[in-house]
């Protein structure tokens, strides 16, 4: 904080030294430069401090009393070595320049790019009059934006202490211009008449016309005034005192609207030094990390002698992957003991089963968490989508830091924790030993049988996998052991800071932060902040100020009503978001392994509901309940039930029916709306009706689904299918229908105790398994699993959220998948099931991206219009989807998408049965899937035969293939 600088006690002795310490270095800037430059103040004497020390590596200046007296002390090491060493090679300065000079000399072209130099209310942050009165020399410093140069002038000193004129307030008359912004970063501290003040704190000065704004570093308006002098807020310039509004502000620079716009200004830490440090890097590296680059004192050559100086393998091999060195600022502050650099080399047993994008993925999480892309941040979310091998990345990752290191080689870390779901936990020791094998390196995993205390107590381990519930129940065990990398598996559970696995996870102190997600996380800005304030705490400071900054004009501009002006700064404010946060995030999608995959069949059937589910659908729709829903009284509305008993009636009429008697017996019944929701339901049903004794004919899903199975167990005998649900319940029918056809089945959901989770995986994907049924609840277990062992998944029920859907088609389609693999999505024809697959299909592109910022968030509420749209059951339609897709085709033939590019682009499907409003939605999705081959079920030869003995029941399908070689 400025303020507490300001009050900072350096003895005088300490300033002079301090003085003279900066000077050699601005000298060696002022050598290697002679360029154009501006004057500085003899004040800015502080500016030369701040180069100093960014030359020297240091992130940014200090800004608290003990930072700088930190600082002193370095500046004063810094220089004594320098002085040895020269003293040592007893050569001439400039023909041989020693190594830290040689540092400040390779950091020059940088310094430039380095924004505190430039932005003032980061170094003006010592007691300025003391150093007049001390006698020091005034300098005269000379900067330029690029390269820099400096020299050092001795001038007398001008009073810098005038007091500050109040702006006065404009009588009137002075017109101007209203558009003309100008911005200014400024220090401020309530008026008062104190020689010596006391600054409160940094602030924007937004300058309009005649009026003016001041905003904390938090973006909120801590002043405001209108009315004053054109002609006096014109003039402002750096340096000016001023009072405004009550409150004494010193212009500590000019902030160019751009940085304004992005919201570069409000960030203390400023992301420029990042980025460039980061770009910098990547370029060059001034030592040869194979050569010693120093020669060190008896007691370090003691310490290098406990050091490897060559990498562990061969960096020039073929195929070697090699990681970026550090550059110069890293090695300043991480090489102390100025141990040589040493190439760090992902091991080559690991190296020849990489894919390219893996490759490309260990090296952006090395660097990440080594702290080279963003200074002091270690965290990183990998965000690869499902299947792409984000364990395979990480183990590289472990291994080679638990190893190797730049700097004499040294292992950068100890022990590793990766906290992931349950049933994950066994595949991540499979995981290690597959790549790994299990003499390389320890794994622990906590189990029943496996406690923590085993792990504490053996120093054999280094890497410690438990799973999430674990990690609360035994916190503070883990607390005590020192953790140096830490990887949370499927970590898009962190998205909210309030849960208690967030808090817990935040309370441990590692630095080293990795989130593996295949999940996107959608447009939630306020999720979005939870995952990068996890990895990379601070990174966007606290919250307030996020909401401020960024969240509030994202979501303003994205408003109707916005202002040209609002949009400009909402996108430029989210473009500022992604372009900061993209440092550390990567994602890449499942077309990078496309091609070592086999033939993928997705198909989207449209399945006739039965005659049952017809009637009973009607009568829903008939209820109180829904017809209370539409009129609006959308705070009160049970929406959520009737929905709920639809989707419970399309996958079979027996759930309804037991949901009915489960509630008839229950003490809620009361509640009004499920009482007028199910009215007069149970007389729908047989008089006899056992729910225990359902048939597949009552449900047009459970039919299609019947003779699906039957008729791979007939054309593929060899091959298994993984049977997907949302619900236990509907997993129970399922499972009563694998039963009575005798097909042998395995099944996992909530359930499920972990500690089997694993075992029913691996027995299922073996090849001497006699299970040709995997029952999966999506939602329990959907995540992260592998099961490669089916080839065919059929999704039996829809989710709103598309990303579960695609979460679980993604478990059988991935590396190691040897037959072409199958998808089916049962689908009820006209109901709402396919209201949910056109929102899904909607809203997946707004999914693409880690989160695309520049979309609208996705809905929440339903309007008056959706719920009808919802609540409307199409008998006549072969398929609604279709319908909406404004297709020339009648379904009658095998049409596909080529047909489209006969028509112009604007003919181009579109959803939604309001064709002018189409452009609002999301018209790509929709088609591509036109573009898909579809086909209604009458259609008259079927090429593909699991379709053709299906179709009976099957009003309308739509079939994609990727990578088709050798499909079907
Ligand atoms: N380079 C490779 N060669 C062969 N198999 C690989 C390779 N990389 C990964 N795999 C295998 O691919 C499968 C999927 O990998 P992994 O489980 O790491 O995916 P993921 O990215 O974590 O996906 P999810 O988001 O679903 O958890 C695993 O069985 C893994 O062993
Ligand atoms: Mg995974």
Redesign the pocket.
């Known amino acids: 904080m400025v303020g507490k600088a300001r009050s900072s006690n350096f003895t005088l002795s300490e300033k002079l030294d301090l003085l003279k310490l900066v000077k050699p270095y601005v000298k060696i800037l002022e050598e290697h430069t002679n360029k154009h430059s501006v004057i500085v103040e003899k004040n800015r004497c502080w500016d030369i401090i701040a180069v100093s020390y960014n030359a020297m590596g240091g992130d940014r200046p200090p800004r608290t009393a003990q930072g700088l007296r930190t600082l002193y002390k370095r500046l004063k090491e810094y220089a004594k070595q320098e002085l040895l060493q020269q003293k040592e090679t007893q050569s001439d300065f400039k023909s041989n320049i020693s190594e830290p000079t040689k540092k400040v000399m390779e950091m020059i072209p940088q310094i430039s790019s380095f924004c505190l130099v430039r932005d003032r209310n980061h170094i003006q942050s010592a007691n300025l009059d003391e150093e007049a009165q001390a006698g020091a020399s005034p300098l005269q410093v000379i900067l330029d934006h690029r390269p820099v140069a400096i020299t050092v002038e001795v001038k007398q000193e001008e009073d810098i202490h005038s007091a500050p004129k109040e702006i006065t307030v404009s009588k009137g008359q002075e017109e101007e211009p209203a558009s003309l912004v100008k911005y200014f970063s400024v220090v401020w501290c309530k008026a008062s008449k104190k020689k010596h003040k006391k600054w409160e704190g940094d602030a924007v000065l937004i300058v309009k016309g005649k009026s003016f704004t001041l905003k904390n570093l938090e973006g909120k308006d801590i002043g405001r005034g209108i009315g004053y002098k054109f002609r006096e807020l014109e003039k402002i310039e750096e340096g000016q005192t001023m009072m405004i509004g009550g409150k004494e502000i010193e212009v500590m620079g000019i902030i160019s609207p751009d940085d304004f716009s992005s919201g570069r200004c409000f960030q203390l830490g400023g992301k420029s030094p990042a980025i460039s440090n980061f770009c910098q890097a990547a370029k060059k590296c001034f030592s040869n990390p194979l050569k010693s680059v120093y020669k060190p004192s008896s007691k370090e050559n003691r310490q290098n002698s406990f050091c490897n100086c060559k990498p562990r393998h061969d960096p020039c091999a073929p195929n070697s992957l090699v990681m970026l060195r550090p550059d110069s600022r890293h090695q300043w502050m991480f090489n102390k003991n100025c141990f040589p650099l040493v190439d760090v080399v992902i091991d080559p047993h690991l190296v020849c ?3 390219p994008h ?1 490759k490309e993925g260990i090296r952006f999480l090395y660097e990440c968490v080594m702290g080279f892309r963003v200074n002091d941040r270690y965290g990183a979310i990998l965000a ?11 183990i590289s990752l472990i291994w080679t830091l638990q190893c190797q290191g730049p700097y004499g080689g040294k292992p950068v870390i100890k022990k590793t924790l990766i906290v992931t779901p349950g049933s ?1 936990v066994n ?1 991540w020791r499979k ?1 290690f030993q ?2 790994l094998g299990s003499e390389r390196i320890k794994i622990f995993a906590v189990g029943q049988d496996h406690k923590i205390e085993e792990f504490t107590k053996s120093p054999f381990y280094s890497v410690l996998i438990i799973s999430y519930e674990m990690l609360l129940r035994s916190l503070d065990q883990v607390k005590n052991i020192k953790f140096d990398l830490l990887i949370c ?2 970590g898009h559970r962190l998205k909210n800071s309030a849960v208690k696995t967030t808090a817990a996870l935040i309370s441990l102190s590692c630095e080293k932060r990795v989130i ?4 996107p996380v959608q447009n939630d800005l306020q999720e979005f902040f939870a995952l990068i304030d996890f990895v990379n705490p601070g990174i966007l400071g606290p919250l307030s100020s996020y909401r401020k900054i960024y969240e509030e004009p994202i979501i303003l501009s994205r408003q109707p009503s916005a202002s040209e002006e609002e949009k400009e700064l909402g996108e430029r404010r989210a473009a500022e978001l992604t372009c900061l946060t993209g440092l550390f995030i990567l994602r890449r999608t499942q077309e990078v ?1 496309n091609k ?1 995959l086999p033939p993928k069949i997705e198909n989207v059937v449209f399945c006739q509901p039965a005659a049952l589910q017809i009637e009973l659908y009607r009568k829903l729709l008939n209820s109180r309940a829904v017809r209370f829903c539409l009129q609006g009284l959308l705070e009160n509305s049970p929406h959520l039930i009737c929905i709920g008993a639809l989707k419970k009636l399309c996958n079979h009429p027996c759930l309804l029916f037991n949901s009915i008697k489960e509630k008839e017996c229950s003490s809620t019944w009361d509640k009004n709306e499920e009482r007028s929701l199910y009215e007069g339901l149970i007389n729908v049903f047989p008089a006899d009706y056992n729910p225990f004794m359902f048939t597949e004919e009552e449900s047009g899903k459970l039919q299609v689904l019947s003779k699906l199975l039957a008729v791979i167990r007939e054309l593929c005998p060899a091959e298994k299918v993984v049977l997907v649900s949302n619900y236990t319940q509907t997993l129970n029918i399922l499972q009563e229908v694998c039963k009575r056809h005798g097909y042998a089945y395995t099944r996992l959901d909530g359930q499920t105790p972990v500690s089997q989770r694993q075992q029913i995986v691996d027995s299922f994907n073996s090849k001497y398994s006699s299970d040709f049924i995997f029952l999966l609840s999506s939602k329990a277990g959907g ?4 099961l ?1 062992g089916g080839s065919h998944l059929i999704l039996y029920d829809i989710d709103w959220n598309p990303a579960t859907d695609i ?1 679980a088609m ?2 059988v389609w ?3 998948q040897k037959h072409p693999v199958h998808i089916y999505r049962l689908l009820t024809t006209g109901t709402i099931e396919e209201k949910i697959y056109q929102r899904q299909i909607s809203k997946q592109d707004l999914s693409g991206a880690v989160v695309d910022l520049t979309k609208t968030s996705e809905h929440t509420q339903f309007s008056v219009e959706e719920l009808k749209n919802l609540f409307t059951l199409h008998e006549s339609s072969h398929c609604v989807t279709h319908d909406l897709l404004d297709c020339e085709c009648t379904g009658g033939k095998d049409h596909t998408g080529d047909a489209l590019e006969k028509f112009p682009i604007s003919r181009s499907c579109q959803l939604g049965p309001h064709p002018q409003k189409s452009h609002s939605l999301k018209p790509l999705s929709m088609a591509q899937l036109k573009q898909w081959k579809h086909f209604s079920g009458d259609h008259l030869s079927l090429t593909d035969p699991f379709l053709e003995r299906i179709r009976e029941n099957v009003s309308f399908f739509f079939q994609n293939i990727t990578n088709q070689t050798t499909a079907i």
């Open positions: 089963h990489l894919r893996q690869d989508e499902m299947g792409l091998g984000k364990t395979i990345q990480c994950l595949n995981e597959k790549w598996d499927e593996l997600t295949g999940t392994i070592y995540v992260g699993l592998n490669i979460q993604s478990r991935r590396d190691g």
